[in-house]
């Protein structure tokens, strides 16, 4: 059974650029969760799919959104990229009704100059 | 809104002392609490998690956490730390079947040999 796997694993951006990070969730896990963790900080919840559809966000612009596919595969996008953006961004996933368990990936590291 | 706050940014211990690490929350309901354990470069793992019973939980690798409702936390506990203990450990609440968690800045331990 694979785990939960993202792509790129670093990535660099100027500002005011657009970004598309990808998730492959855990095998049979329909629900994935994304995190934005800053240097030195906890991971913040940024938002959660469920069957496709956006279940939930955090406190974060619209600027940020996401997609789920009928896989359960999930891309998170970043539009007019901000120097603040900048962190490591993790997808988690976790299996029908066990939503409170979550398996988180290795994340991917973005820097924006 | 809920918040996690981790007491110990930073410890320092000796292979065999024994650990405690801090947590409280704040948060108007019912929450499930979590400790996550991220060893260097390596993805956020779960440690051990309290969904309710017992308030006293075991997990993984000798670590255990007990629940105080009164005092809103949830501290970490080893009794004789190892050197592949060093790790960063977070915090981390979610209300029931929500699965969008709410985390600490984190405790980074290391362990001397």
């Known amino acids: 059974e694979t785990g939960v796997t993202q792509s790129p694993t670093h990535l660099i951006k100027t500002r005011g650029q657009q970004v598309t990070l990808r998730c492959s969730s855990q095998s049979g896990h329909n629900t994935v969760s994304w995190y934005q963790q800053a240097l030195g900080q906890g991971p913040q919840f940024i938002f959660q799919y469920y069957r496709e559809e956006e279940n939930g966000r955090g406190n974060f612009p619209p600027r940020f959104s996401g997609l789920q596919f009928p896989n359960y595969s999930s891309e998170l996008n970043v539009n007019a990229l901000e120097l603040d953006d900048s962190a490591l961004y993790l997808c988690?996933?976790?299996?029908?009704?066990?939503?409170?368990?979550?398996?988180f990936g290795p994340g991917t590291r973005l820097t924006v100059l | 809104a809920q918040s996690v706050s981790q007491h110990n940014h930073h410890v320092i211990l000796s292979e065999a002392a024994s650990l405690e690490l801090g947590c409280n929350y704040s948060?108007?309901?019912?929450?499930?609490l979590f400790w996550y354990v991220q060893y260097p470069g390596q993805h956020l793992q779960l440690l051990l998690k309290?969904?309710?019973?017992?308030?006293l939980v075991k997990g993984i690798k000798g670590f255990e956490a007990e629940f105080i409702k009164s005092k809103f936390s949830f501290n970490l506990r080893k009794p004789s730390v190892q050197w592949s203990d060093t790790a960063e450990y977070f915090c981390?609440?979610?209300?029931?079947?929500?699965?969008?968690?709410?985390f600490g800045d984190g405790t980074t331990l290391t362990v001397k040999p």
């Open positions: 988690a996933s976790s299996l029908p009704g066990a939503t409170d368990t979550q398996y």
């Open positions: 981390a609440v979610t209300p029931p079947n929500a699965g969008k968690s709410t």
């Open positions: 309290y969904f309710s019973g017992d308030p």
């Open positions: 948060y108007g309901g019912t929450v499930n």
